[in-house]
């Protein structure tokens, strides 16, 4: 069994403030709980890996389903595939060794991975309802969306989420190891620029889109409620002159 002393790991430092190995115990879970996570997120990222691409490689290779909808999907599917690639695969090897075990430089790409494409994501699925939205409500002005118009805002989408997770690179919050020693994140706690940026981020990156999405969703289904409502009074009236 490792120690839960983070004394024991390699003291890898980029600068004075920034280092993954901590001075305080690390929790440790019992060995067969390493096990089970391993196998896990390694059965995880091949699931992603294979779900993502078999979209990605039909959206390619059909043009029935290359429509401007499919395109918000398969780009949602691009950052599934690299997470799947690029991330789980990382935290399933250091369950193994029941610690991170690729020094603070992946650390930091890790946790800069993992919380830029995990906004892009929501910002893609705020992109998903947006469309849905007016294809449904507005649908007079669906024709305005055209491909060139959602690769723009898929674009956006991707900018914004790499503008979020290259910020704790440059001064505002930190990328370190989570309490479990497994994967890396964001600093969570500490001084007043860990905390701004954690709000902030929770605010911009989760709340505001989530309430968006739920708006949104609800307004549609408002206007299929009442499409049916409709439609079935249409069909009462059709029956009864009949």
Same mark, same amino acid.
């Given at each position: 069994?490792?120690?839960?002393?983070?004394?024991?790991?390699?003291?890898?430092?980029? $600068?004075?403030?920034?280092? =993954?190995?901590?001075?305080?115990?690390?929790?440790?879970?019992?060995?067969?709980?390493?096990?089970?996570?391993?196998?896990?997120?390694?059965?995880?990222?091949?699931?992603?890996? *294979?779900?993502?691409?078999?979209?990605?490689?039909?959206?390619?290779?059909?043009?029935?389903?290359?429509?401007?909808?499919?395109?918000?999907?398969?780009?949602?599917?691009?950052?599934?595939?690299?997470?799947?690639?690029?991330?789980?695969?990382?935290?399933?090897?250091?369950?193994?060794?029941?610690?991170?075990?690729?020094? $603070?430089?992946?650390?930091?790409?890790?946790?800069?991975?993992?919380?830029?494409?995990?906004?892009?994501?929501?910002?893609?699925?705020?992109?998903?309802?947006?469309?849905?939205?007016?294809?449904?409500?507005?649908?007079?002005?669906?024709?305005?969306?055209?491909?060139?118009?959602?690769?723009?805002?898929?674009?956006?989408?991707?900018?914004?989420?790499?503008?979020?997770?290259?910020?704790?690179?440059?001064?505002?919050?930190?990328?370190? *190891?989570?309490?479990?020693?497994?994967?890396?994140?964001?600093?969570?706690?500490?001084?007043?620029?860990?905390?701004?940026?954690?709000?902030?981020?929770?605010?911009?990156?989760?709340?505001?889109?989530?309430?968006? =999405?739920?708006?949104?969703?609800?307004?549609?289904?408002?206007?299929?409620?009442?499409?049916?409502?409709?439609?079935?009074?249409?069909?009462?009236?059709?029956?009864?002159?009949?």
């Amino acid at each position: 069994m490792l120690s839960s002393l983070s004394s024991n790991c390699s003291p890898i430092t980029s $600068d004075e403030n920034v280092s =993954i190995c901590e001075t305080e115990p690390t929790p440790e879970l019992p060995a067969a709980m390493y096990v089970a996570l391993a196998i896990y997120l390694f059965l995880l990222s091949l699931f992603g890996i *294979l779900v993502n691409g078999a979209f990605i490689y039909l959206y390619f290779s059909r043009k029935e389903i290359a429509t401007v909808s499919n395109l918000y999907v398969v780009a949602l599917c691009f950052c599934g595939f690299l997470i799947s690639t690029l991330g789980v695969p990382f935290a399933a090897a250091s369950c193994i060794r029941h610690e991170w075990i690729f020094g $603070d430089g992946l650390c930091k790409l890790h946790g800069f991975l993992l919380t830029g494409l995990g906004i892009v994501m929501i910002a893609l699925l705020t992109g998903i309802a947006v469309d849905k939205y007016i294809y449904i409500v507005r649908y007079h002005a669906h024709h305005k969306v055209t491909k060139s118009v959602a690769m723009a805002i898929i674009v956006s989408c991707n900018i914004y989420g790499i503008i979020w997770g290259i910020l704790p690179l440059f001064g505002w919050n930190k990328y370190t *190891l989570e309490p479990a020693r497994l994967t890396c994140s964001v600093e969570w706690t500490g001084d007043i620029s860990n905390h701004s940026y954690a709000i902030t981020i929770l605010f911009t990156g989760l709340l505001i889109p989530v309430g968006a =999405i739920a708006y949104l969703y609800s307004t549609i289904l408002q206007r299929v409620s009442w499409m049916a409502i409709y439609l079935h009074q249409l069909w009462i009236c059709l029956t009864n002159d009949q």
